[in-house]
């Protein structure tokens, strides 16, 4: 049966103007036509956005878990790396 | 002119309905989750477009009559959707064809009433034309996909468009309600629609290396109510828990 599965693409949505593309999920489909379609049909129908991306799973590349200490944790103690301690204005939405 | 655009409005919303029940059968049914999603989402497209559309009839009627004891409470000599409507889903490659060649005449004949005089019409139209749009774009790359596809998809999908030809002719069979409607504004003119849907219909299928058939004999009668063997079944499925059970509520 899985040999006979259709490539995987992950979903991408932007919820409104100028914010990031948020991953939304994944869908199998032949094609790229054919996955922008079915992910509109399973993530796009309850007004969830604007634009939306499709991308071949096989196109990303991922970090493996045994990369998590040296690509992470470096960052525990250093709390000077997290903006923090600026005030942030109030008319700022997206940050 | 009141019943004309009755019956007008009714035989718009039973093609609509009847061909959602059709679809909706595919619940469950599809070749993979995903179009199984797609096909469910584009039935509930058309049954609550039918429904907006009987709810109008009902309005026009008058006497109690609802949305549900149209859909519900008449047999099959009162419906007036077209055949093509009716027809069983077959295989994937005849529900895709149907499908298309149906959702095209759709398009345009929906793009005229957004410009309707009737204000309810026109308002319905407006709110179902996006979703006809795509329904047009999902079933077109079908029809890339299939008929330029393997050779027994090829084969199928030319067998379903020569048998499906047929039914084809009665969506442009304008009638008198068509010809006062159109006088007045409130319906679009079903030869531009024609000439349209042709256009379209033939850039598509010749795309997807497919012969357009020239068979010109059309299938009708549902502007009389004379109907398929098919929608008998599909009503007595349809009908059978709202008749077994008048005062059921969920």
Redesign the interface.
């Known amino acids: 049966m899985s040999e006979n599965q259709?490539p995987v693409w992950e979903v991408f949505i932007q919820a409104t103007p100028g914010i990031p593309h948020k991953h939304a999920g994944n869908?199998?489909?032949?094609?790229a036509?054919?996955a922008l379609?079915?992910a509109?049909?399973?993530y796009g129908?309850r007004n969830e956005g604007i634009n939306m991306w499709v991308v071949p799973a096989t196109a990303i590349t991922a970090s493996t878990p045994e990369d998590q200490g040296s690509f992470f944790d470096p960052a525990n103690d250093k709390p000077y790396r997290h903006p923090t301690f600026y005030k942030i204005p109030d008319g700022v939405k997206y940050l | 002119m009141q019943n004309n655009t009755l019956e007008y409005v009714l035989r718009l919303g039973d093609s609509s309905i009847i061909i959602g029940h059709r679809l909706s059968q595919l619940c469950g049914h599809g070749p993979?989750?995903?179009?199984d999603?797609?096909t469910t989402?584009i039935a509930l497209d058309f049954i609550g477009l039918g429904t907006n559309l009987l709810d109008y009839a009902a309005d026009l009627q008058g006497n109690g009559a609802t949305a549900d004891t149209l859909a519900f409470m008449r047999g099959e000599r009162h419906y007036k959707n077209l055949l093509i409507t009716e027809l069983p889903n077959g295989d994937f490659a005849f529900t895709t064809v149907r499908q298309f060649l149906f959702d095209v005449y759709q398009l345009y004949l929906y793009e005229g009433l957004t410009r309707s005089n009737d204000e309810r019409l026109r308002n319905i139209a407006l709110k179902s034309y996006k979703e006809i749009q795509?329904h047009v774009?999902?079933t077109a790359?079908w029809m890339l996909?299939l008929g330029d596809g393997t050779t027994e998809s090829h084969e199928r999908m030319q067998t379903a468009l020569n048998e499906l030809w047929a039914y084809t002719g009665e969506f442009f069979a304008a009638d008198a309600v068509d010809s006062e409607l159109l006088t007045n504004g409130v319906a679009p003119d079903l030869s531009a629609v024609h000439s349209k849907w042709l256009t379209h219909v033939s850039d598509i299928i010749t795309q997807a290396t497919l012969t357009l058939p020239t068979s010109t004999f059309a299938q009708s009668g549902s502007r009389e109510g004379k109907h398929s063997e098919h929608l008998g079944f599909l009503l007595a499925e349809m009908q059978y828990l709202p008749r077994m059970y008048p005062d059921a509520k969920w």
């Open positions: 259709w869908v199998h489909a032949t094609d036509e054919m379609q079915n509109r049909d399973l129908r | 993979v989750l995903e179009e999603i797609a989402n795509y774009r999902h790359a996909r």
